[in-house]
């Protein structure tokens, strides 16, 4: 039996990916199942996508629905003091209008007999009248408010009923024990997600910025093989001419701009496609084809090797040029280095790279264009390729390197700051690292995945 998941990957706690606060990407509704299947013992199993937590820790929907009523608890209490001074003075305006009645009746009889009565009197009774005159249809219109207010007033009596009800309802659960099973079952889902297969690129979302530093171009990254709570971050402004590095300890160092270590390189870099990859930089060596293997705890360079024919310095770069002739990079299956050759045509090179000896395992030429091609990064053994590092971006090829085939796809990502000049993927974190503009971003990431069971023949 072969099932088809399709997962998505905003990761599951509150941190960007699953590692940062204040910078969560993931859905924003509640939990999402995808799709199901059964493992070798028949257990059912199912791809989640759970809320973000901020949701599940004192429901925000419950406080609002207990906010409103409130409201409508005040309201009504409104309502009831308003129907009790309408009530006094409608009994007034009913007795008023019986005054004014009886006068009208006596108005009669003096009209009747006008010689009984002195011309004065007569007069000041006249004008009396009209003065009451006018108050005749606001006497009528006073008993429709009247009539209206009582109806208002149970309208509201109903609703409170609803809403207490609804707010019994939701007050039965503890919250205090579904945030903890949130929390449970967040760390499965995340151990889950850890024994996933690798999968194939469908939907990028985003980006998260995650701050505005630097020159128009640079790098930025963390390490995909470091362990879970390390989660230093290196920055590499510019994309020639420095040897400097800049290590923060944790994000929110890398945002207040907290410098823990400042690493002077023995060589000057070309482009802003490094990596740092299980506690080593992997970088090119300015106006040369050499990939340089330098290790921060030691301060030394620990490798390099030169890639056999691959154009550098301009040679072969991405559209937007800046030396960026050569891409290292990382993803789940190792480590890859992305260039152009004359020996093809100036199209794009991959080759798998031993990290420890930097020596090519194995290549694949394609027919793609290096210099048409804006930005590229490497996921499950498949190359993707973008066509533009400008506004109006998308992924536009993809090459796997299981297959050795090609295809044509059409992915778009918003180019929020119109210019990227690095775009690297991070398999621990499954997201986009880029460099955009001068503002260090994030995106995240769908894959579709093909999950074999023991079951498959």
Avoid at 58 to 65: E, N
Avoid at 197 to 212: A, E
Avoid at 336 to 362: C, E, H
Wanted: glycine share 6%; net charge neutral.
């Amino acid at each position: 039996m072969r099932v088809l998941l399709s997962v998505l990957y905003p990761l599951l706690s509150l941190t960007v990916f699953g590692l940062y606060p204040s910078m969560t990407i993931g859905p924003k509704e509640g939990w999402q199942v995808y799709s199901s299947a059964q493992d070798a013992d028949g257990r059912c199993i199912c791809t989640v996508v759970a809320p973000e937590q901020s949701l599940c820790s004192r429901d925000a929907k419950s406080r609002q629905l207990r906010q409103l009523l409130e409201k409508v608890q005040n309201m009504s209490q409104s309502i009831e003091v308003l129907n009790l001074r309408t009530q006094r003075d409608f009994q007034y305006v009913i007795k008023m209008e019986n005054q004014m009645k009886g006068l009208r009746t006596k108005f009669r009889q003096v009209e009747d007999d006008r010689k009984s009565i002195m011309a004065k009197n007569f007069q000041e009774l006249k004008d009396k009248m009209d003065e009451l005159k006018p108050l005749i249809p606001v006497l009528e219109q006073y008993k429709m408010d009247a009539a209206l207010i009582s109806q208002f007033k149970e309208e509201i009596r109903n609703l409170s009923v609803v809403l207490t009800g609804i707010q019994e309802e939701i007050g039965a659960y503890d919250y205090d024990e579904l945030y903890q099973r949130v929390l449970r079952l967040d760390t499965r889902l995340r151990s889950c997600m850890g024994k996933l297969t690798c999968g194939k690129l469908m939907k990028i979302t985003g980006p998260v910025t995650i701050k505005t530093s630097g020159t128009r171009f640079g790098a930025w990254m963390t390490d995909p093989l470091a362990a879970t709570r390390n989660n230093r971050v290196w920055y590499m402004d510019s994309y020639t001419n420095s040897k400097i590095v800049r290590e923060y300890k944790t994000i929110d160092d890398f945002v207040s701009g907290v410098v823990s270590q400042t690493y002077s390189l023995p060589f000057k870099w070309e482009g802003t496609n490094h990596i740092v990859y299980n506690g080593s930089l992997y970088y090119n060596k300015y106006q040369s084809n050499i990939i340089v293997k330098y290790n921060f705890e030691t301060g030394t360079v620990l490798a390099q090797r030169a890639l056999e024919f691959a154009g550098f310095h301009n040679m072969y770069p991405y559209t937007w040029g800046g030396y960026s002739d050569i891409d290292v990079m990382a993803d789940e299956l190792g480590m890859w280095a992305v260039y152009a050759t004359n020996q093809n045509a100036g199209n794009v090179v991959i080759s798998q790279i031993d990290p420890d000896t930097l020596q090519v395992l194995k290549t694949w030429n394609t027919e793609y264009s290096k210099r048409n091609a804006g930005e590229s990064f490497m996921i499950c053994g498949t190359l993707y390729i973008t066509n533009s590092h400008l506004s109006g971006a998308k992924v536009y090829y993809a090459y796997s390197t299981k297959t050795s085939s090609y295809e044509y796809i059409d992915i778009p990502f918003h180019n929020q700051y119109f210019h990227i000049s690095m775009l690297d993927y991070n398999a621990r974190e499954r997201a986009l690292y880029a460099w955009n503009n001068g503002h260090q971003v994030i995106f995240n990431v769908t894959l579709f995945h093909v999950i074999k069971t023991e079951d498959d023949s």
